[in-house]
């Protein structure tokens, strides 16, 4: 890093007005961001300043060319007020893998992580306590640099902003599996979390919530047979009481609650295969009755019990289960990353 991080204070926090108890997701931000630029090929300064517009050149590349990823991360605090994170460098090398694809500078490790431990000391106090909330964090980069030359810009932008959060969906979840359109393609971008990888989601997305859906799951370009991932989170599928999900590819976000999941569930000697499934096997298997659970993993959503998947104009139910495997995984997860249980996996960082 050039030199220390820079602080500029708020002079009046806003904390007051938040409704801890019902918190939206990602739209409560706190009163502080972390802001560095890239210019003349290297990282300035960063610096924690109020949370605020920014300014840019209207001929800023990210406007025109779309040069922007991010990462999605969560801070919990335990009940002795200890601040955690799960896997934050997993993070910071997927944001640097973003970033090669989109031809982004890398961050350095301690812009990253020193910048982000020191933006949740900042705002400590905007990390909730309750069950069920943290405070999301987003780091994201983009092209500040001016052109209308299709090409990659001379500089760039790194910010962290967070939001105290509460859940991701609202109520039971019911997804449409698309048969037309595509997230990403083979040596496409749909392995970096780009950020036009979701507004290509948005229009077919939007045609599935017309029609009563929260979210799409999405097949393969080609044949649209092979199950991929949803919307905003890795699927799991269990059939009869193996869970199976699909491996990641160049089309596929490498989730790291998706990794962490199979790690917890292979350790509980559940069985689980990453393989490729397809649409004819989920639905053979829901007509069986064999169809047991399908859930979404990552980090907005956590793990996200999918109650009904529609296909092809019918709509299929998933069995309502005792001790659903998406409930035990959730619990485990969930207590590493809030400190309520062991983690022999070394995932949690206490700050
Ligand atoms: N797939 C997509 C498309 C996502 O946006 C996300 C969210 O980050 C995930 C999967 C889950 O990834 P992770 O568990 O790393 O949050
Ligand atoms: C996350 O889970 O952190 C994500 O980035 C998904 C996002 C699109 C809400």
Redesign the pocket.
Same mark, same amino acid.
């Given at each position: 890093m050039k030199s220390n991080i820079e602080i500029q204070r708020i002079e009046k926090s806003k904390i007051d007005s938040v409704d801890f108890n019902n918190l939206p997701f990602g739209s409560v931000y706190s009163d502080h961001m972390l802001e560095c630029d890239f210019i003349n090929g290297e990282w300035q300064t960063p610096v924690i300043k109020p949370y605020a517009p920014i300014s840019l050149d209207p001929a800023a590349k990210i406007f025109h060319y779309g040069q922007s990823i991010f +990462?999605?991360m969560k801070a919990y605090k335990d009940a002795d007020e200890n601040t955690m994170l799960f896997r934050p460098l +997993?993070?910071w090398k *997927?944001l640097n893998k973003s970033a090669e694809r989109l031809v982004i500078p890398h961050i350095p490790e301690d812009i990253f992580m020193e910048g982000l431990k020191k933006l949740l000391e900042v705002d400590n106090n905007w990390i909730p306590t309750n069950e069920g909330s943290s405070l999301y964090i987003r780091p994201f980069m983009f092209a500040s640099g001016i052109g209308f030359h299709a090409s990659p810009a001379d500089s760039y932008k790194f910010i962290i902003c967070t939001a105290p959060s509460g859940a991701y969906f609202a109520g039971k979840v019911k997804v449409l599996i698309e048969e037309k359109y595509a *997230?990403a393609a083979n040596g496409g971008v749909g392995f970096a979390?780009a950020g036009g /990888?979701?507004a290509a989601q948005f229009y077919p997305t939007q045609l599935a919530i017309e029609k009563g859906y929260n979210q799409v799951i999405w097949t393969d370009d080609n044949s649209h047979e092979y199950i991929e +991932?949803?919307? &905003?989170? /890795?699927i799991f599928i269990r059939i009869n009481d193996t869970l199976i999900t699909s491996p990641t590819s160049d089309r596929?976000?490498?989730?790291? #609650? *998706?990794k962490?999941v199979i790690q917890i569930a292979e350790d509980m000697n559940i069985d689980v295969e990453v393989r490729k499934i397809t649409v004819s096997e989920v639905i053979a298997a829901a007509q069986s009755g064999s169809l047991k659970e399908m859930f979404g993993?990552? #980090? &907005? &959503?956590v793990i996200s019990p999918i109650a009904t998947f529609g296909y092809h104009g019918t709509d299929y139910d998933l069995p309502e289960l005792e001790n659903p495997f998406a409930e035990i995984l959730k619990k485990a997860i969930t207590d590493i990353q809030t400190n309520k249980a062991e983690d022999p996996y070394g995932w949690r960082v206490v700050l």
């Open positions: +990462e999605g +997993e993070n *997927r *997230r979390k /990888n979701y +991932e949803a919307g &905003a989170m /890795n596929i976000l490498n989730g790291i #609650t *998706r962490s993993a990552g #980090t &907005a &959503a």
